[in-house]
């Protein structure tokens, strides 16, 4: 099993940033692949960011270019950098794990609590 805690939301002004982490536990951590996903108010879940535990990354298309997905597998803790915040980046902002490599939001088996990212305007 994977269990996942999000830290790092807050409140930021439109064209700031803010790293979003996320620490896993479980010895599988390695191997598995971690992804970030939000939802904002009265929306569906939406996939953001995902990393393979090789390195492959794949992003939404509003957030490429803007945000970052790392991961440090010593320590089992995954990253969102947030760059160039937009109003519309509001969200609660949800790490999960799944499998295998996907952007599916039914193929992550285990989910974070979830953190709020606001951006002023």
């Known amino acids: 099993q994977v269990q996942l805690v999000e830290s790092g939301g807050g409140l930021v002004q439109a064209g700031g940033s803010l790293r979003l982490s996320c620490a896993a536990s479980?010895?599988?951590?390695?191997?598995?692949?971690m992804g970030w996903f939000r939802q904002a108010s009265e929306k569906d879940r939406a996939f953001v960011a995902t990393?393979?535990?090789?390195?492959?990354?794949y992003y939404t298309e509003s957030v490429k270019g803007r945000f970052a997905i790392s991961r440090d597998n010593a320590k089992n803790l995954v990253y969102l950098q947030m760059n160039s915040l937009k109003p519309e980046d509001t969200a609660v902002y949800y790490c999960?794990?799944?499998?295998?490599?996907?952007?599916?939001?039914?193929?992550?088996?285990?989910w974070g609590q979830g953190t709020q990212v606001t951006v002023s305007s």
């Open positions: 999960a794990a799944a499998p295998r490599f996907s952007t599916r939001l039914d193929e992550y088996t285990y």
């Open positions: 479980g010895r599988t951590f390695s191997s598995v692949t």
């Open positions: 990393m393979s535990w090789s390195g492959l990354t």
